[in-house]
């Protein structure tokens, strides 16, 4: 793999394929300011990038995305396509700008593996086995791995030009600068920011930044909580930290610049407005049918049978990292 030495947002390449924990340690990484990887973190990243999937394209690649009809975007059933029992991650169909059609497959991985690039290249295998046309492969490392966004070869392979090759498109999240992903355009790059080097902020500051951006951009609501989810989920704080962040958010309500509420704010705000518990369960059903997808009739039932605001709010709370309704507790 060829790598570059810096995480700069500058000139773009592409490459276009063709081809037939346990407590003690989880505390430790807090402390130590490492990011750690929430248990859904596989579910949360896949609704992120595909909810702003015309931005992960601005993102990776630049000069492609320019060359696209990014309001033309067809998800195909990844469900077909797996490598060793394990489904691709995101598979759509964009339109080219002059006619035509491009495959563009994402998968994402909570730390970076070496054995990714031939699983990658199986993947392109099987997927344009079903899918005639071009293919592009985007790789996005949350933890390790080269930083930023470059174009890699498949392991092990010989090159030459005589020889065709698999590549792919690499973009590791870790080594890039907050900074930098906070004045970018794309939405995305604001939450992405918050897996990023965040020298010379602290860790609150470094949430704050983020959610800061996301709180007063003009983003529709539903947009606007996907996004603060994954920073809430995956730029976890200490208690230190958490006190230190509660004090600049006080600071900031202050000087008028209010940032994002938390879950159990925005359902007391509601409940408040509405004057009634009404407000709250109708909002957490809501927050649920996005999170979890359409549910069951049982499931809105007992919700609708809450009675209790605290329950309510804690539940709330949890939703940001829970990874089934179970753990919710209203299976």
Known sequence: MEREKTCQIGASFYVLYRGGDDSAARIGRLASGETTMPPSHDRLCKRLLRAFFPDLLRLATPAVAKRLRLGKVTFLDKELVEVDRREADLLALVGIRGGGLLLVHVEIEARARRKMPGRLRDYAHRIQTRYPGQLLSILVNLRGGAPGVQWAQGGGELSAPEISSFRYVSFGLAGCSAADYLTRPEPL?????????????????????????????????????????????????????????????????????AVWMTWSEKLKAEGQRE????????????????????????IRQKVETITSVQRLTRIAEKLVTAGSLRELGIR
Not at 189 to 199: E, Q, S, T
Not at 293 to 298: A, F, H, I, K, S
């Open 275 to 298: 004057g009634k518990r009404e407000g709250m369960r109708q909002l957490l059903l809501l927050q649920l049918d996005r999170r979890f997808g359409p549910l069951p009739e049982r």
């Open 189 to 257: 790059a604001w939450a992405l920011a918050a897996l990023m080097v965040r020298h010379p902020m602290s860790r609150a500051e470094h949430k704050l930044a983020c959610l800061r951006r996301i709180a007063t951009a003009e983003l529709g609501e539903d947009a606007r909580i996907l996004l603060a989810d994954f920073v809430e989920a995956y730029l976890e704080l200490t208690v230190d930290e958490a006190t230190e962040y509660k004090r600049l958010d006080i600071r900031e309500r202050k000087e008028g610049r």
